[in-house]
């Protein structure tokens, strides 16, 4: 069994930043993939920044620049700093993760959701 605990979020008006985080535990042999997602009302869920397992992040074009994922191994947490918010991005955000529970065994998990909520 793996769990993924968020904290951060809440609200904050446009310009300023909040710091995202998300800490795996459980069964973990090894993880493959670990990141953020967002929804917006109305909206389709969305990648906003990810690691891979060989340490490639990506990002989606519009917080590039603004949003900064990184990652404690160790501790198997990710963090996303997010500066310079606009009130678009105000969502649900989302930790996700891939994980191997054994040599064979993998699956993929989803945190409770943070709200995100940027004023104008």
């Known amino acids: 069994q793996v769990q993924l605990v968020e904290s951060g979020g809440g609200l904050v008006q446009a310009g300023g930043s909040l710091r995202l985080s998300c800490a795996a535990s459980g069964s973990i042999f090894s993880i493959n993939f670990m990141g953020w997602y967002r929804q917006a009302p109305g909206k389709q869920r969305e990648l906003v920044a990810g690691f891979t397992s060989g340490g490639v992040t990506n990002y989606v074009d519009s917080v590039k620049g603004r949003f900064t994922i990184s990652r404690d191994n160790a501790k198997n947490t990710v963090y996303l700093q997010m500066n310079s918010l606009k009130p678009e991005d105000t969502a649900v955000y989302y930790c996700?993760?891939?994980?191997?529970?054994?040599?064979?065994?993998?699956?993929?998990?989803w945190g409770q959701g943070t709200q995100v909520t940027v004023s104008s």
């Open positions: 996700n993760a891939e994980i191997n529970t054994s040599y064979q065994r993998r699956g993929a998990y």
